[in-house]
């Protein structure tokens, strides 16, 4: 709340300030027209007296917000919630235990009154009855009767919050729909990462990171045999025959490589699957960089 007044008070501070410039200059224009009446002689009956003159020194600034106002209500709207979603209120308490001194950071977005809106960024919504109401109806922004905020699609505070929300997705949460969380979410998501608490991977088709938890009660052992088994499995040696198979199991290949062949063809470009190169045997004589990995060198030619 101190911070909501420091705010209003600077804001009316500028406008106070602005005023009285305008009352200044105002006041030099009337001093120079009168002089220049007195100097004149055609004009003693008053008959030729130049109009009242109208005088900003911000002219530049108040055509600015002309267009603002005139523009369309979707950029109106646009300017707002931007507004909304970086105007942010820094709270700072400062916790003393013993000789150590913690510093504890909640950082919150602010609501706003339309006054200070308008006075932020020039958006009249008191005047403008369309922005009002496209506004109150928007799924980003929060309208409590009195002020607007910004709402994101999850309600999150801090890290704590954020490592809980992951961890109800287990098949992953698109990091897209946390970036708006609040101020510093995607510092704590990196955070989370450097952790180990949680895993940030790329989806291979739409290039976005998704958030998996790195819980460690989900962490399961498997045995040597299947390990084995798993590895003794031959994969078909043509793309195509491997992605028919997954089609097969249910599941969507990441790739399409009959539509990668055609477009080669078309290009003039050789589509022949390379030949794979003969594994070469290991022997004594191979330096060995994977010790840690018995089980690749059960094969290892004694001769």
């Not at 602005?18 to 100097?39: D, G, R, V, Y």
């Not at 799924?139 to 109800?168: A, C, M």
């Not at 050789?270 to 004589?285: A, G, L």
């Amino acid at each position: 709340m101190v911070l909501v007044f420091a705010f209003q008070m600077a804001l009316q501070e500028r406008l106070d300030k602005f005023k009285k410039q305008q009352e200044k200059c105002q006041a030099t224009l009337s001093s120079i027209a009168a002089s220049q009446k007195s100097a004149s002689h055609g004009s003693t009956n008053g008959k030729n007296a130049p109009p009242a003159v109208k005088f900003s020194n911000d002219t530049e600034r108040l055509q600015h917000i002309n267009s603002i106002r005139k523009a369309p209500v979707g950029a109106q709207m646009k300017r707002v919630i931007d507004l909304l979603l970086e105007i942010v209120t820094r709270m700072v308490e400062e916790l003393r235990w013993s000789f150590a001194c913690h510093c504890m950071l909640w950082v919150t977005r602010q609501a706003l009154t339309p006054e200070q809106i308008n006075q932020a960024c020039y958006v009249d919504i008191k005047a403008n009855k369309d922005v009002f109401e496209n506004l109150r109806k928007n799924p980003k922004v929060n309208y409590d009767g009195q002020r607007f905020s910004y709402k994101s699609k999850y309600g999150l505070k801090d890290k704590t919050e954020l490592l809980q929300l992951i961890r109800k997705y287990p098949e992953g949460l698109a990091v897209i729909d946390l970036k708006d969380a609040y101020p510093t979410v995607m510092e704590d998501l990196q955070a989370l990462k450097a952790a180990g608490q949680i895993w940030l991977l790329s989806n291979f088709d739409s290039q976005e990171d998704i958030a998996y938890p790195n819980d460690p009660k989900l962490h399961i052992k498997v045995d040597d045999d299947l390990k084995q088994l798993f590895r003794s499995i031959e994969l078909p040696r043509d793309m195509i025959d491997i992605e028919k198979d997954l089609q097969k199991n249910g599941m969507k290949p990441a790739t399409n490589t009959a539509k990668r062949r055609s477009a080669a063809q078309i290009q003039g470009i050789s589509s022949k699957p390379k030949p794979k190169k003969k594994k070469s045997e290991i022997n004594k004589r191979t330096k060995l960089t994977n010790a840690h990995l018995p089980e690749l060198f059960q094969n290892l030619n004694n001769s």
